[in-house]
């Protein structure tokens, strides 16, 4: 600020130089540690800065200041250290750069919908000790799920799904005490369900497990939730503990193998989404189904179920689509029960 003052004092001219060649625009906020820990990832994807923070001279480019300059680039208004680096326009491609790590004061990491990124999720993305959301959705990851995310202690949010990540899910994610949102959805996992996924210190989590290759049964240690998605599984067994939980509010466990009755289950007054089709679930529709006060959707279609369609409550708002192919459902949207 100090430079401006000055040339406003001097003169017209001067001023515009100086205008111009953006000294005083460029105060330098950016710390240059984290400024050459950017450029390392630039260069990790280009050879050159000037292809992805461009601007139109190259002067202009040393000068730069990545907390104002620079597309996706965040920094603190106090510490002027780097917090967020949101990128997001499918320009970047090849691994994601372990650059990454010498960036300790980000908070905010989002590498998403960039078609051509590959590889395996750096382990030097443990040094972000401060990193509350990840999102490294919609790429071309694979390799594990690293269990070394779970060191990430502050993480709040975790999401790595649209990509193509194999193997097992590892149990210590169960670990991240703020952790509230979990995707994992659209990707290749194997394996079941960590036991530990009953243990998340959040009661209120949402889990997203969906389109995997998940197996074995549903760990009955999971109980409290806020949204459940598991559907598109190949999980088999009981699922009838999960619904008493007064917290969740939606579960979709839609197109597994799961195999339970229905007739005596216990749902927590709190849901309000319910998909069910494609198993093999058998029994009768609970009555009590019909009290939950924010029933908007249940979804039973392509089960085993028998016996007469509850009637109230959320039930006046489902069509025939919710219910086809059962065993003996009925009463309305089904033919009368006789
Ligand atoms: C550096 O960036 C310029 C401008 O986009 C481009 O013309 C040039 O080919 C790049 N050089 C390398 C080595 O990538
Ligand atoms: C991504 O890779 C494909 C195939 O190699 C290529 O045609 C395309 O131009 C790449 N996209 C970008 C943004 O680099
Ligand atoms: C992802 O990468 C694989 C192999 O590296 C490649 O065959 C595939 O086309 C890529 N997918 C997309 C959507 O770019
Ligand atoms: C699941 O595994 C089967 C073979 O066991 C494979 O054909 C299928 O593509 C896999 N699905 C996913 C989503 O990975
Ligand atoms: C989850 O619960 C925590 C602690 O009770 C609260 O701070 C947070 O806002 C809640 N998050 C959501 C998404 O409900
Ligand atoms: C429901 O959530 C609240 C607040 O997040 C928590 O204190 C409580 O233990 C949870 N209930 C169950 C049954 O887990
Ligand atoms: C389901 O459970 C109910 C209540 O315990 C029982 O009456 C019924 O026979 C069971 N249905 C089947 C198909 O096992
Ligand atoms: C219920 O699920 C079936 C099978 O996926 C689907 O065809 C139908 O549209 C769904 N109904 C509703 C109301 O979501």
Redesign the pocket.
Known sequence: MRTCKISLQVSLSIFLYTLLSTPCLSSKLCNPDDKAALLQFSQHYFGNISTYWKSDDADADADADCCKDWEGVKCDRHTNRVTTLSLSNGQLSGEISSALGDLPYLKTLHIRKQPNITGTIPNSIVKLQNLKFLRFDWNNLSGPVPSFLSQLKKLHFLDLSFNRFSGSIPPSLSTLPDLYSLHLDRNQLTGSIPDSFGSFKLTNISIYLSHNNLSGSIPTTLGSAHIIDFSRNKLTGDASFLFRNNNISRINL??NLLEFNMTNVEFGFGLNII?L??NNIYGSIPLSLATLPQLQ?L????NHLCGPIPTGGGFVK??Q??Y??NRCLCGVPMPPCI
């Open positions: 839609a197109r998909n089709n494609h959707s979804n039973v279609s392509y489902l069509d689509s919710s086809i192919h």
